[in-house]
């Protein structure tokens, strides 16, 4: 076979096999949605938050940024929401954020003094956030694999209380669990579920500090048992704090995984006697791995570089029998 004999035939090979293509990354069994918990925007330690989303920015299988509230620093204004746009833009996953106490409840009076804001000022400040971030809602549901992950922003326009949900989204909630029995739900939602905390500080026991109407959310919990993780952040407590991840203290009425958050701006209850103190700079972030038959949360030292893997959990979303 001559030269050009040769040459016709490796070019035939390469058009009948195609060209060598990259290895390409082993599939995943698993989900992994980063949470962001109280970033209150713009804050403080603004490079250390930089450097979160740099962090997160390189882990390759990052699906989604759960952000549980308090995305604003002061009275969610157009200043801190526009902020918030450009901080979450430069992510390179989704982001799902909720509404937290800072985020709509607030506002100045005549004298520039902050004070909780009148309906009509609540309800534009949810509608800022619904527009800053494109929401659907201020309520929204996402299918991650066989789990239905819901999206809860406080969103009561008249309770004195810090994280409520107004009847209409206990009306929504209802109806989405009725659509999904068999969906294992996980709730974001800013307040965490009455009980899970025990703290010796003023967030254990105040019901400015629990997820409320919290008799309507027991009954509503009971009655739908695919609920098995309760995601929330509100309470800034640190994740040195041994209430953090105490898995008795943790478990909501015998069944359902408290997961507290850790905020991002750098005041975090850590103390022996839970007085609230500086992190120096540290900021930790859970991230849920949702594989089929479990969901793993691992806990990230951001100022260290490490897993705490102390503070590793799994949570399974055995099903059980309703409770009247």
Same mark, same amino acid.
């Given at each position: 076979?001559?030269k050009?004999?040769?040459?016709?035939c490796l070019?035939?090979?390469?058009?009948?096999l195609g060209?060598?293509?990259?290895?390409?990354?082993?599939?995943r069994?698993?989900?992994r949605?980063?949470v962001?918990s109280?970033?209150h925007? &713009?804050?403080?330690l603004?490079?250390?938050?930089?450097?979160?989303i740099?962090?997160?920015?390189?882990w390759?299988?990052?699906?989604?940024?759960?952000?549980?509230?308090?995305?604003?620093?002061?009275?969610?204004t157009?200043?801190?929401?526009a902020f918030?746009k450009e901080f979450?833009a430069k992510l390179?996953?989704?982001?799902?954020p909720i509404?937290?106490?800072h985020d709509?409840?607030?506002?100045l009076? &005549?004298?520039g003094?902050?004070?909780?804001?009148?309906?009509?000022?609540?309800?534009?400040?949810?509608?800022?956030?619904?527009?800053?971030?494109?929401? &659907?809602?201020?309520r929204y549901e996402?299918?991650?694999?066989?789990y239905?992950?819901?999206?809860?922003s406080?969103d009561d326009?008249?309770?004195?209380?810090?994280?409520?949900m107004s009847?209409g989204?206990?009306?929504w909630?209802?109806d989405?669990l009725?659509?999904n029995?068999?969906?294992?739900?996980i709730?974001?939602f800013?307040?965490?579920l009455?009980?899970?905390?025990?703290?010796?500080?003023?967030?254990?026991?105040?019901?400015?500090?629990?997820?409320q109407p919290?008799?309507?959310?027991r009954k509503?919990?009971?009655?739908? &048992?695919?609920?098995?993780?309760?995601v929330?952040?509100?309470?800034?407590i640190g994740a040195?704090n041994?209430?953090?991840?105490?898995?008795?203290?943790?478990?909501y009425d015998?069944?359902?995984a408290?997961?507290?958050?850790?905020?991002?701006?750098?005041r975090?209850?850590?103390?022996a006697?839970?007085?609230?103190?500086?992190?120096h700079g540290?900021?930790?972030?859970?991230?849920?791995?949702?594989?089929?038959?479990?969901?793993?949360?691992?806990?990230y030292?951001h100022?260290k570089?490490?897993?705490?893997k102390?503070?590793?959990?799994?949570?399974?979303?055995d099903?059980?029998?309703?409770?009247p």
């Amino acid at each position: 076979m001559n030269k050009r004999s040769s040459a016709v035939c490796l070019s035939l090979a390469l058009v009948l096999l195609g060209p060598a293509l990259p290895c390409s990354a082993a599939p995943r069994d698993y989900t992994r949605l980063v949470v962001f918990s109280d970033p209150h925007l &713009p804050g403080r330690l603004l490079p250390e938050k930089n450097q979160v989303i740099e962090t997160v920015n390189q882990w390759d299988d990052v699906d989604g940024v759960a952000v549980t509230g308090d995305v604003t620093a002061g009275q969610g204004t157009k200043e801190e929401y526009a902020f918030a746009k450009e901080f979450f833009a430069k992510l390179k996953a989704p982001v799902y954020p909720i509404a937290g106490n800072h985020d709509y409840i607030y506002d100045l009076d &005549p004298d520039g003094q902050t004070r909780k804001a009148p309906p009509e000022v609540r309800q534009a400040k949810l509608k800022l956030l619904q527009d800053t971030f494109g929401l &659907p809602a201020t309520r929204y549901e996402k299918k991650f694999g066989r789990y239905l992950c819901l999206f809860i922003s406080n969103d009561d326009l008249y309770s004195p209380l810090l994280t409520v949900m107004s009847s209409g989204t206990l009306a929504w909630l209802q109806d989405e669990l009725l659509n999904n029995p068999d969906a294992p739900t996980i709730i974001f939602f800013h307040g965490p579920l009455a009980g899970t905390i025990r703290s010796r500080n003023e967030v254990s026991g105040n019901p400015g500090f629990i997820a409320q109407p919290a008799d309507h959310l027991r009954k509503l919990l009971r009655r739908n &048992p695919q609920v098995f993780m309760w995601v929330s952040g509100h309470t800034h407590i640190g994740a040195t704090n041994a209430r953090f991840a105490d898995r008795k203290i943790n478990l909501y009425d015998g069944r359902v995984a408290e997961i507290h958050n850790s905020d991002m701006d750098g005041r975090s209850y850590l103390s022996a006697n839970d007085h609230e103190t500086t992190t120096h700079g540290t900021i930790w972030t859970n991230s849920l791995f949702l594989y089929p038959d479990k969901v793993v949360v691992k806990t990230y030292d951001h100022k260290k570089g490490t897993w705490l893997k102390a503070l590793t959990r799994e949570i399974h979303p055995d099903p059980v029998k309703k409770q009247p």
